[in-house]
């Protein structure tokens, strides 16, 4: 069981070029996120996607777009990279755990992918 | 909107000694909370949520509604949690994504 994968693990850019971080979960869960990790900023959504054929903006979506593939995967395209988006992003999936009638999603995280935009 | 607010970037603590992981939120309604953790070197991963009043590793948090907080505390420390905690808040009902707080660095001096 792979959990969540996500590739590349690393990746360097020049201002302006393009690429796509790819995400795949074998878990059957519904939801997926990706999220960029920044020192002294902690986690901040980019986009998510509650279920397959929809997705939403997050905190953070300028200059990022998403593609639900699938149920399994979730990619994340930098159009045009800039320096400002050099950070660790982290593709998620969760399973919604409910208890006497509430309930929460328990995010289960891919190893991160660390982007160095030059 | 929801928030989530960690005090402390960075909390040093001798080996043995007792840790509290200040964590507060904002929000209205009735919340669902989590430390989720991350050692060096490996993934994030849920340390524990208030609902399943568990201890993980020795570590417990007690949602107090009325002063809208969540501080993950243990009572002797060890090297081994040396760490990067993050508190997270999702609405009860489960329909928004997490928010996750700016993160606490733990440093257990030997």
């Known amino acids: 069981n792979a959990g969540v994968t996500q590739t590349p693990k690393f990746q360097v850019l020049k201002t302006g070029q393009s690429m796509t971080l790819q995400c795949a979960q074998d878990?059957?869960?519904?939801?997926m996120y990706w999220y960029r990790q920044d020192p002294g900023m902690g986690l901040r959504l980019i986009y998510y996607?509650?279920?397959?054929?929809?997705?939403d903006k997050g905190e953070v979506p300028n200059g990022y777009n998403v593609s639900r593939l699938n149920k399994r995967e979730f990619s994340l395209r930098l159009e045009s990279a800039a320096p400002s988006q050099t950070s660790v992003y982290f593709c998620?999936?969760?399973?919604?755990?409910?208890?006497?009638?509430?309930?929460?999603?328990?995010?289960?995280f891919g190893a991160g992918s660390r982007l160095t935009v030059l | 909107a929801q928030r989530v607010t960690q005090p402390e970037k960075l909390l040093s603590v001798f080996k043995g000694a007792p840790v509290e992981l200040k964590c507060n939120y904002s929000?209205?309604?009735?919340?669902?909370l989590f430390w989720y953790v991350q050692y060096s070197r490996q993934r994030l991963q849920l340390l524990l949520r208030?609902?399943s009043r568990e201890s993980i590793k020795g570590f417990t948090a007690d949602l107090n509604k009325g002063e809208t907080s969540f501080h993950l505390k243990k009572p002797f420390a060890q090297e081994e949690d040396s760490a990067m905690y993050y508190c997270?808040?999702?609405?009860?009902?489960?329909?928004?994504?997490?928010?996750f707080g700016k993160g606490t660095r733990l440093s257990v001096i030997a």
């Open positions: 998620a999936s969760s399973e919604f755990l409910g208890t006497g009638g509430g309930g929460a999603n328990v995010l289960t």
């Open positions: 208030h609902i």
């Open positions: 997270a808040l999702e609405t009860y009902s489960g329909n928004t994504p997490l928010v």
């Open positions: 996607s509650a279920s397959e054929g929809t997705t």
């Open positions: 929000y209205s309604g009735s919340p669902e």
């Open positions: 878990m059957n869960h519904n939801s």
